[in-house]
C-alpha cells in the first residue's frame, strides 16, 4: 500500500501524559499537513511542512503540540501534557507540489482519547 | 476556525436522483476542493477548481465556484447508495498555498 499511513490507529491515555503520532506520507510528496477532527466538525488545519520546513502553524495550536519532519519523510506529532480537550481524530496528508495546485491525500487517522 | 458554510447540512434522497451541496467562504482562495468521508475509507480528495475556473466535470460530479458571490456547489448526478457520506468543501488560503480550511460539511444519505 503506497498511501499515507499513521500509527498508531487508537491511542488512550491519561491526562497528563505526553503522546506522539507518527506519519508516513506518501513518498515522493514533498508537502505533509496535519488536522484535527471532532465528531460532526470538519477537519481543523494545525499546521503544515514542505519538505523539512515548517510553514505554517494555526494560532489555535497551543504551545503543546509540536510537530517536526526532520528528513522531510515522515513527521511526527507531539501533544504534552494531554488534556481531555485533546481527544479528537488527528489526520495526516500529503500532496506533491505541482503548478500551485494541491490536492491532498489522506491517511487513516489516529483517534485519541484522553481520560 | 471553519471558513465554510456546507447548506444542507444533511440531505437524504433516494438511489438514482441527484443531489447538490453547497458551500460558502470568506476570505480570497487559490482553489477550492471536495472531499467525501465515510467510515469505511476516511477522508476523500474528490475534485479541485481552480479560483480562475468557473466549472469543472469529473465523472458523475459537476462542481461551480463564483467567486464573486464566494460560493461553490457539488452536483453528484444518478447518485447510488454507494454515495452516502459526508462530503466536504475545503478553501486553499495559505499565501504559498495548500493550507486547507473545511467547511463543516453535509451528510449525504442514499437510500436504494
Known amino acids: 500500500d503506497t498511501g499515507v499511513s499513521q500509527d498508531p490507529r487508537h491511542k488512550i491515555t491519561k491526562r497528563g501524559q505526553n503522546v506522539t503520532f507518527r506519519c508516513d506520507p506518501i513518498?515522493?510528496?514533498?508537502?505533509l499537513y496535519w488536522y484535527r477532527q471532532t465528531l460532526g466538525q470538519g477537519p481543523e488545519f494545525l499546521t503544515y511542512f514542505q519538505n523539512e520546513a515548517q510553514l505554517e502553524k494555526s494560532r489555535l495550536l497551543s504551545d503543546r503540540f509540536s510537530a517536526e519532519r526532520p528528513k522531510g519523510s515522515f513527521s511526527t506529532l507531539e501533544i504534552q501534557r494531554t488534556e481531555q480537550g485533546d481527544s479528537a481524530m488527528y489526520l495526516c496528508?500529503?500532496?506533491?507540489?505541482?503548478?500551485?495546485?494541491?490536492?491532498?491525500?489522506f491517511g487513516p487517522g489516529t483517534r485519541l482519547t484522553v481520560t | 476556525s471553519q471558513q465554510g458554510e456546507e447548506d444542507p447540512q444533511a440531505l437524504s434522497i433516494q438511489e438514482g436522483e441527484n443531489a447538490t451541496m453547497n458551500c460558502s467562504y470568506k476570505t480570497s482562495i487559490n482553489n477550492l476542493q471536495w472531499y467525501r468521508q465515510n467510515s469505511g475509507r476516511g477522508l476523500v480528495h474528490l475534485i479541485l477548481i481552480r479560483s480562475n475556473e468557473r466549472e469543472k466535470h469529473s465523472g458523475r460530479l459537476r462542481v461551480t465556484l463564483d467567486t464573486s458571490k464566494k460560493s461553490s456547489s457539488l452536483l453528484i448526478t444518478a447518485s447510488r447508495a454507494a454515495d452516502t457520506a459526508s462530503y466536504f468543501c475545503?478553501?486553499?488560503?495559505?499565501?504559498?498555498?495548500?493550507?486547507?480550511?473545511f467547511g463543516q460539511g453535509t451528510e449525504l444519505s442514499v437510500k436504494p
Open positions: 475545503a478553501t486553499d488560503v495559505g499565501n504559498q498555498g495548500g493550507k486547507l480550511i
Open positions: 496528508a500529503s500532496s506533491l507540489d505541482r503548478k500551485g495546485s494541491y490536492e491532498q491525500y
Open positions: 513518498s515522493e510528496h514533498n508537502r
